[in-house]
Structures are given as structure tokens and as C-alpha cells.
């Protein structure tokens, strides 16, 4: 069964950049693509971006700006990060598989952004 | 980008009975349109790809139907455990992929 597990800081001060890792056990890490999906109590469920194990990227263009995806194939790790973070960023982070449909989901980090 | 608009935001539904969630693209979006399930403290499970193909596992109680604009998920002889949040993603115009606002099933 293929599994996700995710971590990072969830607590964040204003500008400060938002790192999460999610690693990809039990299946094949090639041949797909992971995302990063996140909950905010403003937007709902909100795609942020996209990669796969060749480094091909896609970002969601209204979030592109402070972004950056990235791969470790050598570890089925991939990670997010998000700059200048601000109140509005602060919800649930979520790492997936897929990329039209996700079919498996890592457990969520609470991320809140407060002075 | 795509706006995906879900009714109603809140159903009242009695276990055994049928429940009916719509949801509405802003564009056609073909057939490429998943729904999910949501509990609570919990990341969202795939239930309905393609308008209407069933997700690995999914009983056969859940049904998806519609194509282009609108899209209906049925789900029959409700259980205790469907009472959940829904949410429908379209797949066809992306970046981005995007979500409905939710509906939320409630007892």
C-alpha cells in the first residue's frame, strides 16, 4: 500500500518560508506525479504545484511567484516551499499522488502563520 | 481558471435514505471531473473519477453521473459513515486543477 508521509515546521512568523517534505513508501516513486495541495479556511482545497521523478514541474500560477517544488528520487522525497508566507497561507498542507485525480494522500500538516 | 460551484453547501439526509450533491463548472469540462470524500482531521479520499468510474474500493452505493457543465454524485442507502464533506475537482483545463467549495453531508 502505497504511503505518504509528510513533515515541516508548522509554526511560522510572517515572510518566513514554509519547508515540508513528504516521503513515498510502498509503491512506485517513477511514473507519477506528486503535488502539494493545501486547505485554507479563505480558499477551500487549493492545488499549489506539481512534479515528477523527471523534474517537470507545474505550478499554480496565482502561487507560482513563491514557490518551488523539488525531487530527491534517491530518497522518493519530495518537498514544498513557499516564501514571504503571510495569515492568509495558514491552513492544512497536504502532499499527494496524481495529477489529474489524487488517489493517495499524505496525512496533512497544520501550518498557521501568526506574529 | 476553471470555477467549480457545489449545491447544496449543506444536506440534512437520514441514514438509509438517498443523497444527491451537484456540482457546476464555470466551462465544459468534458468528463474529466472526480469527487472526494472528506472526514473530519482527515485528508480527502478519492471516491469518483472520469464523471462516473469508481475509485479503488469505493461501494457501489456511490454513483457519479453528468458531463460538460454539470455533474451529480448520488450516493444510496446512506451509512453513518458518509456523513462527511464532498468536493468535486475538475481535470480538463489546467493548471490549475480546482475544487468545488464543498458540500457537507450531515445527518
Known amino acids: 500500500q502505497v504511503q505518504l508521509d509528510q513533515w515541516g515546521a508548522g509554526q511560522l512568523k510572517p515572510s518566513e518560508t514554509l519547508s515540508l517534505t513528504c516521503g513515498v513508501s510502498?509503491?512506485?516513486?517513477?511514473?507519477?506525479?506528486w503535488s502539494w495541495i493545501r486547505q485554507t479556511p479563505g480558499k477551500g482545497l487549493e492545488w499549489i504545484a506539481e512534479i515528477n521523478h523527471s523534474g517537470n514541474t507545474n505550478y499554480n500560477p496565482s502561487l507560482k511567484s513563491r514557490v518551488t517544488i523539488s525531487i530527491d528520487t534517491s530518497e522518493n522525497q519530495f518537498s514544498l516551499k513557499l516564501r514571504s508566507m503571510n495569515a492568509a497561507d495558514t491552513g492544512v498542507y497536504y502532499c499527494a499522488r496524481g495529477q489529474e485525480t489524487r488517489d493517495f494522500w499524505g496525512q496533512g500538516t497544520q501550518v498557521t502563520v501568526s506574529s | 481558471e476553471i470555477v467549480m460551484t457545489q449545491s447544496p453547501a449543506t444536506l440534512s439526509v437520514s441514514p438509509g435514505e438517498r443523497a444527491t450533491l451537484s456540482c457546476r463548472a464555470s466551462q465544459s469540462v468534458n468528463r474529466k471531473l472526480a469527487w472526494y470524500q472528506q472526514k473530519p482531521g482527515q485528508a480527502p479520499t478519492l471516491l469518483i473519477y472520469g464523471a462516473s468510474t469508481r475509485a479503488t474500493g469505493v461501494p457501489v452505493r456511490f454513483s457519479g453521473s453528468g458531463s460538460g457543465t454539470e455533474f451529480t454524485l448520488t450516493i444510496n442507502s446512506l451509512q453513518s459513515e458518509d456523513f462527511a464533506v464532498y468536493y468535486c475537482?475538475?481535470?480538463?483545463?489546467?493548471?490549475?486543477?480546482?475544487f468545488g467549495q464543498g458540500t457537507r453531508l450531515e445527518i
Open positions: 475537482q475538475q481535470y480538463d483545463n489546467w493548471p490549475p486543477i480546482t
Open positions: 510502498g509503491g512506485f516513486f517513477t511514473g507519477y506525479y
